[in-house]
């Protein structure tokens, strides 16, 4: 992303009690902002997996959250990506997005998640689908669906409870 630049924080995040998934949160500040969770597949580390190494081998996919709509700076554009073929189908995807959505909600006050997908990837389709996420466009351009998920009170408590059952390491 041009004009953007990422740090890594200190604090990645691990979903408790199926600890699939290891991220490491990225952010740039200014008028677009990225959050970036790495995705990491605890079947494919070698040796033991410590908290604060890099596990290379692991890294699987990431998940994407932009803040970037100038009128509603409380809106983000999510996005997933399992790129490691042998680690899709396993539930990373969907641990990812709901991970990065509660930490959104808590930290960053994020009240609409949006998806932007191709037309021709059912996959993801039918991921935000079942994580409640509804159509609102369909670009005959680009070929892709828009999906968004608006974070009622009902939607906010539930990310909520789930941030409460994250495990953050220092």
């Known amino acids: 992303m041009s004009g953007c630049k990422t740090q890594l924080c200190s604090k990645p995040l691990a979903l408790s009690p199926s600890p699939s998934t290891r991220s490491i949160r990225c952010s740039s500040p200014g008028p677009k902002t990225l959050t ?3 995705v990491l597949d605890k079947q494919l580390v070698v040796g033991e997996f410590n908290h604060g190494q890099p596990h290379v081998e692991a890294m699987v996919g990431d998940v994407n959250l932009y803040m970037n709509d100038l009128d509603d700076p409380q809106m983000a554009e999510i996005e997933i990506m399992i790129a490691e073929p042998k680690s899709r189908g396993k539930g990373l ?23 932007k997908i191709g037309e021709l990837n059912g996959a993801s389709l039918s991921l935000f689908r079942k994580l409640g996420f509804e159509e609102t466009s369909y670009s005959e351009i680009f070929k892709e669906v828009t999906l ?8 906010h408590d539930e990310l909520l409870q789930l941030m409460g059952s994250f495990i953050t390491h220092a």
């Open 36 to 38: 970036t969770f790495i």
């Open 93 to 115: 995807g969907k641990e990812s997005a709901l991970m990065m959505m509660a930490f959104a909600v808590e930290n960053l006050g994020i009240h609409i998640f949006r998806a």
């Open 148 to 155: 968004e998920l608006s974070v009622t009170k009902a939607k």
